[in-house]
């Protein structure tokens, strides 16, 4: 377990984050339970279970009866504090309905969190439910440490796997090996959904004519009309080098099949990001800022200043995620996705630990994250949720947010971040990107670069 968390302190702070159904019938579960065991995937069960050895299974949804079988028991968790408003909600019900449980929430910083999941998941009393980080230093290190439940047995009894969230659970899905995810065993589950696309100032575009842009073509007929009134066409900020990132994402996922995308950040072998779309998708990066549409020194610009900028009037366009419309007017601006669906992902799984002594409890805790009543409060707390069933925007931001959202799974352009795919990944793309941007390297040397870092990424596994 040491070679675990030295590997995890090394590569940690080098991987960014990038962002419901009635239950299938007992039948398929066992089916699936016997794969597991078969497979080989150890897990304490929850709930009515079958049993294989020391292996028991969840195969149907957990009642308050096998759950008030614990006793009197404390449900430790740890979570990222932007869970709070969330839990806040979530957990005070969850309590009135579980009165032997006590819910115990340790919260941390994002990174804080990332940088010490890992060493808690694999101490002598790990925390029964927590989250990970999608990627190789956090999910992938508790998978092949088997540190954590597969919750396909679960997902499988309350219907995760059908219905409007269900593609949204290939970035928890691991090889037992932890050394590739987007399919195999499922590992992990989140709530909350993210979505990439385009956010507009309604007066701006009013003032000069344009309409909201429906598609990429719709947007570079926009942009030098805006430059050559005077404004700026996109407002970027860059310091960090993931906001050029997602804006080169969206453009490739408009030129390509999101499935060689997705296969791509999962460390699929024998895909390559050198391909014509994401070629295509740089020439375009750098035609736009040798235009001026990103107007001048945003590499020295934060995102968080760029999106302060945009939501006082600055720049007609600002190219990004979701959880940049908790700080936008709904009145002023709109938003948008610059193909059939947009780009995006979901935001941190939460986890069960193997060894939890709680599992009942845990499995009924992530049933309750993953209802349409949950999903509107994380929708009224500001964020996306993965369940969208008959969940309602509160303005016509959020809706069209939510739209999008919708459209985006539906069409299967959900496809995840690509700095996902190796622990540096976001250094070499940002940094190849910023030099295509500068007009100082092709868009050809800069996929080039990018896979063969992505290669040595694959071969140190």
């Known amino acids: 377990m040491k070679s675990v968390r030295r590997e995890v302190r090394r590569l940690v702070f080098r991987e960014r984050a990038g962002a419901p159904r009635r239950a299938r019938g007992a039948a398929a579960a066992v089916a699936l339970a016997a794969v597991l065991v078969s497979a080989g995937c150890g897990a304490p069960g929850a709930g009515k279970s079958a049993t294989a050895g020391t292996q028991s299974f969840v195969t149907e949804p957990v009642t308050t009866a096998q759950v008030a079988a614990l006793g009197d028991v404390t449900l430790r968790m740890w979570a990222d504090q932007a869970e709070k408003p969330l839990m806040r909600s979530v957990v005070p019900a969850f309590e009135k309905k579980y009165p032997n449980v006590t819910v115990d929430i340790t919260y941390k910083s994002f990174d804080d969190l990332i940088a010490t999941v890992v060493n808690a998941a694999s101490g002598s009393t790990p925390p029964d439910l927590f989250q990970g980080n999608i990627g190789y230093a956090v999910d992938g290190a508790l998978v092949k440490a088997k540190l954590v439940r597969p919750l396909d047995d679960v997902a499988a009894?309350?219907?995760?796997?059908t219905g409007t969230g269900a593609s949204t659970l290939a970035p928890a899905r691991w090889n037992s090996a932890g050394t590739?995810?987007?399919?195999?065993?499922?590992?992990?589950?989140s709530p909350i959904s993210e979505v990439q696309g385009i956010y507009y100032n309604k007066a701006l575009l009013k003032s000069l004519d344009l309409e909201p842009p429906q598609s990429l073509s719709d947007l570079e007929k926009a942009l030098p009309v805006v430059e050559k009134a005077g404004e700026q066409p996109v407002m970027l900020g860059n310091s960090d080098q993931y906001a050029a990132t997602h804006i080169f994402s969206d453009l490739a996922v408009?030129?390509?099949?999101?499935a060689s995308i997705s296969d791509w950040i999962g460390g699929k072998a024998g895909t390559t990001f050198a391909t014509d779309g994401n070629e295509k998708a740089a020439a375009t990066m750098a035609d736009w800022a040798k235009k001026g549409y990103f107007g001048s020194g945003y590499d020295g610009l934060s995102n968080e200043d760029a999106i302060a900028r945009f939501a006082k009037g600055s720049g007609a366009f600002f190219v990004g995620g979701s959880w940049n419309g908790a700080k936008l007017d709904p009145e002023k601006f709109g938003f948008g996705a610059l193909t059939t669906g947009g780009a995006g992902a979901t935001a941190s799984p939460w986890h069960i630990a193997a060894s939890s002594k709680a599992t009942p409890a845990a499995v009924a805790f992530l049933a309750a994250l993953h209802t349409p009543a949950t999903g509107q409060k994380i929708l009224d707390?500001?964020?996306?949720?993965?369940v969208t069933d008959g969940v309602k925007g509160a303005n016509s931001l959020q809706s069209q947010t939510l739209d999008v959202l919708k459209r985006t799974i539906a069409a299967g352009t959900q496809v995840g971040y690509y700095d996902w795919s190796a622990t540096d990944m976001l250094g070499v793309m940002g940094g190849g990107l910023q030099e295509v941007m500068a007009g100082r390297t092709s868009g050809a040397a800069f996929t080039k670069a990018v896979q063969d870092s992505w290669l040595k990424a694959r071969e140190s596994k």
């Open 254 to 258: 408009t030129e390509q099949s999101p």
């Open 157 to 161: 009894t309350y219907g995760w796997l």
């Open 381 to 386: 707390t500001g964020r996306l949720p993965v």
């Open 180 to 189: 590739a995810f987007g399919d195999g065993n499922l590992y992990g589950m």
